[in-house]
């Protein structure tokens, strides 16, 4: 009862942290920030759209990461890390392309265009629901893990090439306006506009974290179920 | 040494297997010839629009007969149990991968062999000259399909609905190599040489290269029993 009382509490204080943290963030973007110069009300979607695309590429990072330590070590907590920020990544990714579609509707004219990032991001999304499925159609527990780091690796490589064919092929985004090669983050966003930015980045992060840790317990209560079931021979 | 001539007994062996059964490449081919009637009905297909549409409807025939023969690509294997043996003897893995690869690369080059000219032919293109050309790039872009598919294929071996789950994972992969080859083949057509399309036969050649050498060195995890 200590140990799990405890665990509890611990996930309580991240929970009510990350909620804070939401909060504070939405206070920041809604009302601190001044409205844009040219696009009006409709850029506060930066806010949340910079921040989720952040939280769901660490998300498929810590997915190859996780896959890649999986076929090394071979030990489970690694494919529950690969396996539940898959699912985080995946969801997050999603909610990036609706963002984008609400902010790009009054701003482009269009919902969807086929512009390099948008595409490579729909892809990345297609490639990761691929990875879930195929998790699920595999019966073998240990065989899904293996499959799935496989691809986890494959897909993590293969992205650099995906973004600079579909980069070649079109190009209509906006230059990214936060993080380009060229200058400094803050040289190219004024300062009222960066705070709330990076308040959101941190807010999305520990929500990631505090997720993440959940999907993670999770994961690890179904395998701690099913070796008590092995055990009682059920 | 060894490595080569594992991956030459492997090869043997699905060559000589695919001979006597004639499965997958019977099928592809007529599969294949089927697309481009299909073509014709969905298109309106005359010789002055052809130029235009060629590369991606030959490409998106050579997709979906190549996805049909790598979802039987194991099949040999799957029967009796011959994987298992086949994982037993003192085989580099690699080899199989290489060997399997290869088999699969050698029956849709056979049935581009013949669906090229037929296209030609059937569509009353009239420029002939630009075949060699269009196939040396096709060539490479199946390459790098052949190597990705075939560590799909052996991934999805074990999975249920494995041949419905094959392109689903497979073609958002294969987006860098789609592009590549109908860009390039596009300035083929349009210029008669490959010209301005450079990058992105690198960029094809690079896709070949990174992913022969990671389907040798992971392939092993790939496949385990």
């Not at chain 1, 980069?167 to 009222?192: C, G, M, V």
């Not at chain 2, 149990?81 to 690369?105: E, Q, S, V």
């Not at chain 2, 399309?197 to 690198?202: G, Q, S």
Request: glycine share 6%.
């Amino acid at each position: 009862m200590g140990e799990t009382g405890q665990l509890k509490k611990r996930k309580g204080i991240h929970g009510t942290l990350a909620l804070i943290a939401i909060g504070v963030g939405l206070y920041y973007g809604l009302v601190v920030a001044p409205p844009d110069a040219y696009q009006g009300e409709v850029q506060r979607i930066m806010y949340l759209h910079i921040p989720t695309i952040v939280a769901a590429y660490v998300a498929f990072f810590l997915v190859f990461v996780g896959s890649c330590l999986y076929l090394w070590k071979k030990e489970k907590r690694d494919d529950i890390l690969a396996h539940a920020s898959a699912e985080i990544g995946v969801f997050l990714t999603a909610l990036v392309i609706v963002e984008g579609s609400i902010w790009g509707k009054p701003t482009w004219g269009v919902w969807w265009t086929w512009d390099a990032r948008l595409t490579t991001t729909a892809i990345l999304l297609l490639i990761f629901i691929g990875y879930l499925l195929l998790r699920s159609l595999i019966e073998d527990e240990g065989r899904a893990a293996s499959a799935a780091a496989v691809l986890g690796i494959i897909g993590a490589l293969d992205i650099p090439l995906i973004h600079m064919s579909v980069y070649w092929w079109r190009t209509l985004h906006q230059p990214p306006s936060i993080f380009r090669p060229d200058k400094a983050p803050w040289e190219n966003i004024a300062w009222p506009l960066l705070i709330p930015l990076i308040v959101n980045i941190v807010a999305f992060l520990i929500l990631f974290f505090y997720l993440l840790s959940l999907r993670y317990r999770l994961g690890e209560m179904r395998e701690a179920i099913k070796t008590r079931r092995l055990e009682r021979g059920i | 040494m060894e490595f080569l001539s594992q991956t030459y007994l492997l090869l043997h062996k699905d060559v000589r297997l695919e001979l006597r059964r004639r499965e997958s490449l019977l099928t592809m081919f007529f599969f294949g010839t089927l697309l481009l009637f299909v073509f014709h009905f969905s298109f309106d297909l005359v010789p002055e629009k052809i130029a235009e549409m060629a590369p991606g409807l030959l490409w998106l025939a050579f997709l979906f007969t190549g996805t049909l023969g790598l979802a039987q690509l194991f099949q040999a294997e799957r029967e009796n149990h011959c994987l298992d043996a086949l994982l037993l003897a003192p085989l580099d893995r690699g080899a199989l991968f290489l060997a399997k690869t290869c088999f699969n690369l050698l029956l849709m080059v056979l049935v581009e062999l013949v669906i090229m000219p037929l296209f030609w032919v059937l569509f009353d293109w009239r420029a002939w000259n630009l075949l060699p050309q269009l196939f040396l790039v096709t060539l490479l872009g199946t390459v790098g399909f052949c190597v990705l598919g075939t560590i799909m294929s052996a991934i999805t071996l074990r999975a249920r609905a494995r041949e419905l789950l094959l392109p689903l994972v497979l073609f958002p992969l294969m987006v860098p190599v789609i592009l590549a080859t109908i860009r390039c083949m596009e300035n083929i057509v349009r210029a008669g040489e490959l010209g301005d399309a450079w990058p992105w036969l690198r960029l094809l050649l690079g896709f070949d290269v990174i992913f022969t050498t990671l389907g040798i060195l992971i392939f092993d995890w790939v496949i385990e029993s």
